[in-house]
């Protein structure tokens, strides 16, 4: 059954857009750069993840703080500070991962035009302001969206400053995503419903687990089953 008049909030890397991809295309040539023929990839990966997971706690998320978790892992598995081309090549590392054009997921910019005149759409997204600005405004999406909010960190406090702004109704309110951690978790705690759609590519650092028993999270498997639903 349809459900018609809802507000519907949008996650936008990796639901609207490819975005954690970018990152592991850099992280596998960080690990060519790092890593011995022969030697322990994931050894390296580990390392790398648990000083990305300590530098969002402080410094948030973006390409910045991505080249400075580079750097720092380098130093780390080398025992030495990047010499200057090493440092140049890991400043590129981290820039590609916002020099390519926004590219959609498949039927996202379909669905939306077709939820649009039934629904509020909002967009919630989190990361540094510059770096998701200029996604959204290079999406071609924003003229989607009743208001969009980038916020730092999408937690449980972020989910209520929402739901307080836009004096949202968490009975009708939804909030969609990829992220178990940051789109699903949070906004049930906040008394949203949520609606999980998984993607392949979602990076590690924002898994978590979900009640299979909760009736207040929709599960889909593509983005276009939206138009099922509402």
């Not at 836009?166 to 906004?187: C, H, V, Y």
């Not at 979602?202 to 929709?218: F, H, K, M, N």
């Amino acid at each position: 059954m349809r459900r018609d008049n809802q507000v519907l909030v949008f996650d936008a890397d990796d639901t609207l857009w490819e975005n954690n991809i970018r990152f592991e295309r850099a992280i596998e040539a960080f690990l060519d750069l790092v890593t011995a023929p022969g030697g322990d990839r994931l050894a390296a990966r580990s390392e790398l993840d648990r000083i990305e997971a300590a530098n969002a706690r402080t410094l948030g998320y973006g390409a910045k703080v991505f080249g400075q978790s580079l750097a720092e892992c380098f130093a780390l598995l080398r025992q030495r500070e990047a010499e200057r081309a090493e440092a140049l090549l890991l400043a590129e590392l981290a820039a590609s991962i916002t020099s390519a054009e926004v590219e959609l997921i498949p039927d996202v910019a379909e669905t939306l035009a077709a939820l649009a005149p039934r629904h509020r759409l909002l967009l919630l997204t989190k990361g540094d302001l510059a770096e998701q600005q200029a996604k959204v405004d290079n999406s071609g999406l924003a003229h989607h969206f009743r208001s969009v909010h980038i916020v730092p960190e999408k937690d449980l406090a972020a989910y209520h400053r929402l739901i307080g702004e836009q004096e949202l109704l968490p009975e009708s309110t939804w909030m969609i995503g990829n992220s178990a951690k940051s789109d699903i978790l949070p906004a049930r705690g906040a008394g949203l419903n949520a609606v999980f759609i998984p993607h392949q590519h979602t990076w590690v650092l924002e898994d978590a687990e979900l009640d299979p028993a909760d009736s207040g999270v929709l599960h889909l498997s593509a983005f276009a089953e939206l138009g099922e639903h509402f």
